[in-house]
């Protein structure tokens, strides 16, 4: 059964902290301040693919649920975007 969301997001992210791990050869920790210094770099294109479009909106009937619209940057919808793990993890280890 495919998984999407929150579902396929906790398993990408936790792989890509194992790996992140290794490369520094050792517990990284908390890394949001990482991962937000290096999001307001000029690597921020390389560690990550902008989603600037869609939504996380669903129409379901009878009743939609609100969501919020992609858009340059950090968004509700995508937050910073799909990770580059190949660039990202370099990063994060730094």
Known sequence: MPASGTSAAASLWGGLMALADQYAHHDLGFVNPAIYRIARSSSYHEAFHDITTGSNIVNTPPIGTGG??????????????SPDAQMLVPLLAA
């Open 68 to 81: 919020y619209q992609a858009g340059p940057g950090w968004d509700p919808a995508t937050g910073w975007g």
